[in-house]
């Protein structure tokens, strides 16, 4: 089953989410992949993932995104914040974490949470998602 994963990262954490999806290229590959616009650029310069870009999170990706967690069409949300120093530029993470919290859609914001759902995602943990469509 192919699910609708978004990728977001604050600019402290863009390059930790290139080396995830570097580590972790081969379950991507098999799914969906969304994006804020730097963001999907940044993964696939290094990955060569296709990606769907949203605008950059500031210029409405976020909004974008959110959209689509409402519309029921995301399954998994991996948004590595940087909780020390975020930019009054980048994407809250608030508006995303209460609406995957309302439409029970897996939610990532860490470097360990999203590691443990893609490996979840990759043994089908996931497809529970199914019935939610």
């Not at 799914?31 to 804020?36: K, Q, R």
């Not at 990532?108 to 995602?121: D, P, Q, R, V």
Request: charged share 20%.
């Amino acid at each position: 089953m192919t699910m609708n994963i978004a990728l977001i990262a604050h600019d402290a954490k863009k390059k930790l989410m290139q080396n995830f999806c570097i580590a972790y290229k081969g379950i991507l590959t098999k799914n969906s992949l969304f994006a804020t616009g730097t963001t999907g650029r940044l993964i696939e310069e290094v990955t060569n993932l296709s990606i769907y870009k949203y605008l950059a999170g500031h210029l409405g990706g976020e909004q974008q995104l959110c959209a689509q967690i409402e519309a029921n069409d995301i399954d998994l949300v991996i948004f590595l914040q940087d909780p020390l120093a975020p930019k009054s530029h980048e994407p809250g993470v608030n508006n995303v974490m209460r609406l995957c919290d309302m439409y029970n859609i897996p939610l990532a914001t860490n470097l360990a949470s999203a590691e443990l759902l893609i490996k979840s995602l990759d043994r089908g943990d996931l497809e529970w998602r199914e019935m939610y469509r």
